[in-house]
């Protein structure tokens, strides 16, 4: 009798466990699958009976011209099969009659600042770490005040798999966004959890939490949210050294507070892209001491040698075990980053110049804390 | 001097601080605003220079053959304002000759199952616990390991503002999502963390921890993680219940053993939307005695009364707090509600049955979890 009872669950969970798309789907007999990707060639599909040209654009091109023309079939759905491009994390998206249009098919879309984009994954040894590992740490979206900036704020927070039972204290890598990123753009296009995921469970990399704040302080978190924004000057010299101020009197304080970890600067690693990059070496001179493991990605120096030789004499004094610089040779800021090697030798600092193909891209990002995770706190 | 160095920064910031989109728009002076939220009007922008037909569908719409026309402008911009929908968290998009497009100038998106939705949240009285709160909780996306199912799976935890240090122990409601949804379903569409942060600011619901498991066995996290997922067979009674007992079995004393809450059944609420609804009275019919605050949600039952009468009989005995049946009058399960409903009368049990108009949707499923949510653990 308790079956019968059952059964309806049983019918019920039919009904509602195929969503309304693959129901319809399912209806027409013809699921369409995009991106469906194989060894060798991956196919995008895209239903579109009445446009005359749908072309398919993906960040494995060289620009936006390179975009390809997709061919319809009797059914209305266009298609293109293209040689797999090498492992590696792109975004794409389709252009109908000049319209850029997601791929509808996709569940796998990331957002990057204010646009959502279509992800393509294509597995590979450059690319084993950016799926999900074995064993999962787990993120957290934290709301902390900052006194210094007058708001409570967000953020994100890694912990490795392990944290809540093992008692150990653990380090900390702080993980800064570039201009237009937020608190969440490390987790999402960065894979950063993935990459570490995956890079402890490997015992590559120390088990470490990590720590992703929101690092335009006119937000107190994503635009997602729908929070006000305060708007402010951002000529300002102030303005640009408040968030760097308070990461450290706010964001580590609170970290060192709520987490079990080790409050000392060994156990301290700060890295940051781009305008994240110029936090980073912002708050390693401003707050000399504080991180031993200091990595400004994509990111360098300009202006008087002098007046940057000062700034690194005190990072140096402050001491650190491991200054890591990463830039690709087609960066735009790739000069600055050269200077900042310069400057590292001319004031006799031991640093690592990790230098890669490419540019100002997640691509050379996610590569780079693949990279220096391993080296942090040994 | 240190003025210079900081200036670069500032330059950096400035440059990279505003993101590509923002840098395309200010280059063409005219910043394309979509949607552009008024107290009368709403105005829905796309660019879409070459289109010959333009239209906008909004879930405030009564059907999908409501969709508007819009109007172009000699930039390529196709326009529409309408009168602002009542206040209610809605999805759109634009049909661009046929093709379904979400708004690229619209950062708040949300992904309802394998779709992602195009989000317009009007203000009013009944959505205002739909905005940020002023005090917020944390969300953590936890994985845990279920014996009963065989994976190590995800879940979102909310813990309310203050849990960190309150030394307090809580209360704990467990909400289950819906056919064709996952684990970050109710976080989401549902603004669970909203509703209860503002619910909780007000005084007006107890601080609660809110757990939001993933309903699909098969899968271990929400599809976006790639992860692989288990076929079954569906048709198979066994399989229904294997989520409820891993609920019970497995996420129960995960949660009671990892976070301050209280381990007693007057600490413990179930409530769960269509399947969701469906797993709530599997689990407590099967699992009698464990919960003493019990919300379906858009679900009711069918079957021979006699089967049904001896389910709740066991919930009876078990003993309850609450027993709050949420249902809109057009939803499709409006019958089998109707049916609990009086199945719960027949059998003597004290029981709310709230009903609404509307059909099987999250615009009721928001206003049932803030309506009920007040009367729980009181």
New interface residues.
């Given amino acids: ?10 019918c ?11 129901l319809a789907n399912f209806m027409r007999r013809a699921p369409i699958v995009s991106p469906e990707i194989g060894e060798k060639i991956v196919t995008f599909r895209v239903a ?4 005359k040209l749908v072309r398919l654009y993906g960040s494995w091109m060289p620009d936006r011209n390179s975009s390809v023309n997709m061919m319809k079939d009797t059914a209305g759905v266009w298609t293109i099969s293209i040689p797999t491009p090498s492992p590696e994390l792109y975004t794409y998206h389709f252009i ?7 791929d ?1 098919r996709n ?3 990331q ?1 990057d ?4 984009l279509s992800v393509l ?1 294509v597995p590979g040894e450059l690319t084993e770490n950016y ?2 590992a ?10 902390y005040d900052s006194p210094t900036i007058g708001t ?1 704020r ?1 953020m994100f927070v890694y912990t490795p ?1 392990g944290y ?2 093992s008692g150990e204290e653990y380090p900390v890598l702080y993980l800064l966004h ?3 990123g937020d608190e969440d753009a490390w987790s999402t296009m960065g894979r950063a959890r993935q990459i570490l995921d995956n890079l402890i469970e490997k015992g590559l990399a120390k088990p470490m939490i990590c720590v992703m704040p929101n690092g ?1 302080p006119g937000q107190q ?1 994503a ?5 006000e924004e305060k708007s402010y000057d ?4 102030e ?3 408040l968030y760097v101020k308070s990461l450290v009197n706010d964001i580590i304080p609170y970290i060192e507070s ?1 987490y079990r970890v080790i409050a000392k600067p060994e156990a301290r690693a700060i890295s940051g892209l ?2 994240g990059g ?1 936090h980073t ?2 708050a390693t ?1 401003l707050f000399p001491g504080t991180f031993d493991y200091i990595c400004p990605l994509s ?1 360098g ?4 040698a ?3 030789d ?2 690194l004499q005190a990072v140096k004094k402050g001491g650190y075990k491991l200054y890591w610089l990463g830039c690709g040779e087609s960066d735009f800021v790739w000069e600055m980053a050269k200077n900042l090697d310069a400057a590292l030798t001319r004031n006799e600092m031991e640093h690592t110049f990790y230098v890669t193909d490419g540019g100002h891209t997640w691509a050379n990002w996610r590569k780079y804390l693949n990279t220096f995770a391993p080296l942090l706190f040994k």
């Fill in positions: 009798m308790k079956k019968k009872l059952l059964l309806v669950f049983v019920l969970s039919v009904l509602w466990g195929a969503n309304a798309q693959e579109a009976p009445d446009a109908v009659d000049g319209i850029v249009v997601n509808s569940v796998f879309m957002r600042g204010t646009r959502y994954l799926y999900e074995g064993e999962h740490g787990n993120l957290s979206k934290v709301w409570n967000r798999y809540e039972t570039g201009g237009g335009n978190a635009k997602t949210q729908l929070l951002r000529r300002d010299p303005f640009a050294n709520h781009s305008m110029g070496l912002a001179s990111m120096v300009r202006g008087e002098a007046e940057v000062k700034q």
